[in-house]
């Protein structure tokens, strides 16, 4: 069987199951970094973090497994953000991830997750649905 053949299956085993991927306090000069970044000078973000701000947090374990697990290449497919609940400094966000689909076609495995950003209220704050491609050569 094909390395990517398996390494597909191993992920489909995985589909529905949620695994913490996180906690994480929101600090001011988080925030601060993100909107010079983006070079968005709107006063609002002193008190508040931009919308996108929130896939910043905590979701790059599920991009470290997927490359680890396609060492010949890893895409940015799409993202989806669902946004709920402001973001502000002092926050402590709860970060959760599951795989929700994965599909062959050809060399390429497209797996499709979501991460979901609880506060400390347990509040939703938001949901982000990412797809993202790995390439695999046949070994």
């Not at 008190?47 to 697990?69: D, N, R, S, Y």
């Not at 050809?106 to 506060?119: C, D, H, K, L």
Request: charged share 25%; hydrophobic share 40%; glycine share 8%.
């Amino acid at each position: 069987m094909a390395q990517k053949a398996i390494i597909a299956e191993e992920l489909k085993h995985k589909i529905g199951q949620e695994w913490l991927l996180g906690e994480f306090e929101i600090e001011k000069g988080m925030v601060q970094r993100f909107v010079r970044a983006i070079g968005d000078s709107n006063p609002r973000w002193e008190t508040m973090a931009p919308p996108f701000f929130i896939v910043t947090v905590g979701g790059e374990q599920f991009g470290q497994q997927l490359a680890a697990m396609f060492p010949d290449g890893l895409l940015h497919g799409s993202t989806e953000l669902e946004c709920h609940q402001p973001v502000r400094p002092g926050d402590k966000i709860t970060v959760t991830g599951k795989v929700l689909n994965v599909r062959e076609r050809s060399q390429m495995a497209f797996v499709t997750f979501e991460i979901t950003y609880t506060n400390q209220r347990q509040e939703l704050v938001a949901r982000c649905q990412q797809t993202m491609i790995g390439y695999q050569t046949e070994k």
